[in-house]
């Protein structure tokens, strides 16, 4: 351990059990000296283990659902309470869509679903900046992260609304980063993870197949979610001060990469047996 975050106190969302990778960045910055308080929506806390993480942090859980202002004034109230005054940095790790819970389509969307897409996934990163800063919650130099993926910027089958979500999400980072940045010196930025097998994405379909895929195009291989869990350190660490409003790729090298060595062996063996995913000729 290095005490990177030693003396230090903040805020993660999100965290449900020990696939979570805001559960790995918990461990990860009490290990590293912080001092945390951890939030989830009532519901999750219900069917998730977060007790068990607040214990081996020695820390508490306040409930909160992350679109709701008045949830958020008070886990912000409470949480400085606990903390006897300002944090030094946010997780978060917040994202839902019904529309790829219900199978829809891209093109056939439930516009009620991509409006709560937007509000979990996206809007409600704004409704967390704006709180903390209405309250002046967060010490100068501080750091706030956002989880962010890939398909922002690229098309990915299946990944649906969710693209939208992440591109609002990067968008809200530069905006409000600009004027925390100027006004607090606070950092805001998000970042674009490997596909990683966490209890969400375990439940989307294909998940395998795009983790061997990015994983045969990227020089490095995926980034794990406890190399997930270390980056965010450095981020709220003082090692990255100067380091804001940016989408910061911890993906291996797949978001630069076009085509691999290893992903090209495999399409050339697919030729010999031309199959669509349905069994249908190509």
């Not at 979500?165 to 530069?174: D, F, H, P, Q």
Request: aromatic content about 10%; proline content about 2%; overall charge negative.
């Amino acid at each position: 351990m290095y005490n990177l975050l030693k003396g230090k106190k903040g805020i993660i969302f999100g965290a449900l059990n020990n696939m979570s990778l805001a559960w790995k960045v918990a461990e990860r910055a009490y290990e590293e000296g912080a001092e945390i308080v951890l939030t989830n929506t009532p519901i999750s806390l219900r069917f998730g283990d977060i007790e068990e993480l607040a214990k081996k942090c020695n820390t508490i859980v306040i409930p909160a659902d992350a679109t709701s202002i008045e949830d958020l004034e008070n886990l912000i109230d409470k949480a400085m309470e606990y903390f006897g005054g300002k944090f030094d940095f946010i997780l978060h790790s917040v994202a839902m869509s019904m529309n790829v819970r219900k199978g829809k389509s891209y093109d056939n969307l439930n516009y009620n679903y991509l409006n709560k897409t937007l509000d979990i996934s996206a809007i409600s990163f704004h409704k967390v900046l704006q709180v903390a800063k209405k309250k002046d919650a967060i010490n100068d130099w501080g750091s706030v992260l956002a989880l962010s993926y890939v398909a922002a910027q690229r098309t990915l089958y299946g990944y649906n609304d969710m693209a939208d979500a992440k591109a609002m999400l990067e968008s809200i980072a530069r905006s409000f980063g600009y004027i925390y940045g100027r006004e607090k010196k606070i950092r805001v930025n998000t970042i674009s993870q490997s596909p990683t097998l966490t209890t969400a994405g375990s439940g989307v379909k294909g998940i395998d197949g795009l983790l061997d895929f990015t994983e045969r195009m990227s020089p490095l291989g995926n980034a794990t979610a406890d190399e997930f869990a270390d980056f965010c350190i450095t981020l709220f660490s003082d090692l990255t001060r100067k380091v804001t409003m940016q989408n910061l790729f911890h993906d291996g090298g797949f978001s630069s990469m076009g085509m691999s060595l290893r992903a090209m062996t495999m399409y050339n063996q697919a030729l010999d047996n031309p199959k669509e995913p349905d069994g249908f000729d190509i």
